[in-house]
């Protein structure tokens, strides 16, 4: 078991997404909403979820009904802006588990674990709340971006250990 530091998050997140687009191309998009948003796996599975206005501002109504958050377009990828404004979504949630496949059999660093959450895909929660940390964003202004109601979700990201099994 091995602590990883940001630099070891980022460097896994890069080798992740290097091999998505090498062998799953076709969900690259879906890889880079979670990195880009550090929203929750099932989120960009969801249309009903997402709105884009006429200034090019993307809303999302997180799941547990947190705060609205919204996100500049021009970083999103324009298939994924394109699946929204036609609600014509290429996975359905029930294909969360095939996406979840992707990312272990691309994740060659190996098993990466907090030891509480059960997801594989919330390494890309906790990887964007550690960058905007790590970028000068302050614990309220995260707090903010993520839309959580409660201030101690911000620490509770930012702070959390994961390690590579």
Not at 92 to 103: D, G, N, S
Request: some cysteine; hydrophobic content about 40%; glycine content about 4%.
């Amino acid at each position: 078991m091995q602590l990883l530091t940001f630099s070891d998050i980022s460097y896994t997140d890069s080798v992740i997404l290097a091999n998505i687009k090498k062998y799953y191309p076709n969900s690259e998009y879906y890889f880079n909403v979670l990195r880009q948003t550090g929203c929750r796996p099932s989120e960009p599975l969801i249309p009903q979820l997402w709105f884009l206005d006429d200034n090019g501002t993307l809303f999302l109504q997180p799941l547990k009904n947190n705060n609205i958050r919204q996100f500049d377009s021009s970083l999103i990828d324009p298939e994924f802006i394109e699946m929204i404004v036609t609600s014509n979504f290429r996975y359905e949630v029930y294909r969360l588990a095939a996406l979840t496949r992707a990312f272990h059999v691309c994740n060659i660093q190996g098993r990466i674990s907090t030891f509480t959450d059960h997801s594989a895909l919330y390494f890309y929660r906790y990887f964007k709340a550690k960058s905007l940390y790590e970028n000068g964003m302050s614990m309220v202004d995260i707090q903010s971006y993520f839309g959580w109601v409660f201030p101690s979700m911000a620490p509770n990201y930012v702070s959390k250990n994961l390690y590579r099994l």
